[in-house]
C-alpha cells in the first residue's frame, strides 16, 4: 500500500465559463491564491489550465509562463501543464505548451468522445508528446478516459522507452460522458492493465467524484481533484471553491491513513527534481 496519498489540484479547466462559474480562478492572482490555498489544504500538485485575460482558455506562451511564475512564486506546488487544452486546440499549440518548461504536463493516451465533442488524441501526438517530455526533462502525467488506453501506453513505454525520471504515473479520468464510467468495478478493471511499478490516481468527473476518491483510496491509488472536473459539492449544493475540494480529499485521505503528501514528498515519487528553493507553507498533517 502507498504511505502516503498524493493530491493533484485541478483548478479550472478548459470548459467552465467564469461568468457561469464566478468562483473559477483564470486571472494570474487568483490561480496563484489558489495554488497557496491548495498547498495549505494537502495539494501537491496543480494540474493547470491557463486562461487569458479575457477569461477564455488559452495556450498563449507568454501568458502561460506568467502564470507558471507566479505559481512558483507562491506554492511550491509541482507544476503540471495541461497539454490537452481544449477540444478545440490544435495539436502543435498543444506541443508548444512544453516551451513554458512546467516540472510535469499531462499527456492523454487516445481519442474520446467528450460529451458532444471528441477530444483529439491520435498515435502520432501521443508519442511527439512522450519524446518531447523525455527530451526536455518534463514529467508526464498519462490520463487515461478508458481501458484501452491502458494498452496504449503498454505499447507507448515499450517502443519509446520510460518517461523521464522512469517512474510511470497514471491518472484514470472517470465519468467524462463517452469515456469509462466512474464506478468502483471500472476503476478495478483498470488496475491489472497498469505497467509494473506504476501509481495512478483517479479523478471522477461530476457526480462520480465522491465514489470514485473512495473507491481510489481503498485501491492504494491517488486523487486528482478540483473544479475542473466537480462543479457540485454535494446535490444542490454548488463548489464554494478549490479549497473546500482539496479539504475535503485531504480528509478522506487522512481517515484512510494515508495523509497528503508534501510537494517534496510528490517529487520524489513522481521522478522530478527538488526545487532548490521551496516557497514555505505551512501544511497541517
Ligand atoms: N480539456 C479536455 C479536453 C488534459 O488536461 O490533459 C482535456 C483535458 C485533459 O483536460
Ligand atoms: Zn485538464
New binding site residues.
Partial sequence: MTPGTLLTLAPT???SAKADVPALPVTVEEVAGTARDGQALGAAVL?L?VRGADTRPTLDLPRVREVVAAVRESSDLVVQL??????TDPADARLAVLDAEPDAA?L?LGTVN?GRDV?YNPWDLIVELHTRMQQRGIVPEY?VFDLGQLATLTRLLDRHGPPHGGHVHVDLVMGVPGGMPGTTAALAACLPFLPAGATFAATGVGRTSLPVMLAALSAGGHLRIGM?DTLTYAPGEPVRDNAQLVARAAGLARIAQRPPLSPTEARQLLGISPRTAPVPVEVPR
Fill in positions: 479547466g478548459a470548459e494540474h489550465h495541461s497539454t490537452g487544452g481544449a477540444v499531462s492523454s467528450f477530444f490520463e475542473e
